[in-house]
């Protein structure tokens, strides 16, 4: 028997089932088929939401960006300074570790040149650099910062997801350690 379509299926119903699949299989086992048999669908029927798999990645890294935005938004709300910045930094590790699939979608944009994709992550852009400002950082140097500190996180978040770090040290305490070094060194510049 086939599945009978939902009537009035919901872009965000689609999006949350896809970062479902994404967040337990990985995203290689994000396809129409596979998402339209999780939403009891007929993979056709996905079309009246975005035009294909590259119009699904695409909408999900936009979802992924903004759920990572909301994340560090509520991080840094009321606080300034180092206790910002660690806190954002802690939000971004654990946004990776809660949702490895969405994470990943949100590197993987089909065409991260695309506006909605570059508007999204810009608002993270942004809002890193408004936590900088406390370190006396505006223009390309905030700029450079934002890289470094994007470079830092998202190597420790790939590293921790492969397994490569085998030491019983508390990975936690590492994130803290190495992103308040990043804080000191930014001081000096």
């Known amino acids: 028997m086939s599945p009978r379509p939902k009537i009035g ?3 965000t119903t689609i999006l949350e089932a896809a970062s479902d699949l994404a967040n337990q299989y990985g995203m290689q086992e994000v396809t129409l088929a596979n ?8 993979p056709p029927s996905l079309y009246n939401h975005f035009d294909g798999l590259p119009g699904l ?3 999900l890294a936009i979802y992924g960006l903004e ?17 910002a910045l660690l806190s954002l930094s802690k939000a971004y590790i ?7 699939g969405l994470y990943e979608a949100t590197l993987m944009a089909p065409d991260p040149e695309e506006v909605e994709v570059q508007e999204a992550g810009g608002k993270i852009v942004h809002l890193v ?23 830092i996180l998202h190597g420790f978040a790939a590293l ?5 770090f085998k030491m019983t040290l508390d990975l936690d305490e590492s994130v803290e350690i190495v992103i308040t070094a990043f804080i000191r060194g930014m001081k000096e510049l």
């Open 9 to 11: 299926l919901e872009l």
């Open 35 to 42: 998402l339209a048999k999780k939403l009891n669908i007929r």
């Open 57 to 59: 990645r695409k909408k």
């Open 67 to 83: 759920k990572l935005y909301e994340d560090l938004t509520m991080s840094a709300i009321g606080i300034s300074g180092t206790e």
């Open 94 to 100: 654990n946004f990776a570790r809660k949702y490895p």
């Open 129 to 151: 650099v408004l936590v900088l400002q406390s370190f006396q950082l505006e223009g390309d140097l905030a700029l450079h910062a934002v890289r470094g500190l994007r470079s």
């Open 160 to 164: 921790e997801q492969t397994g490569g």
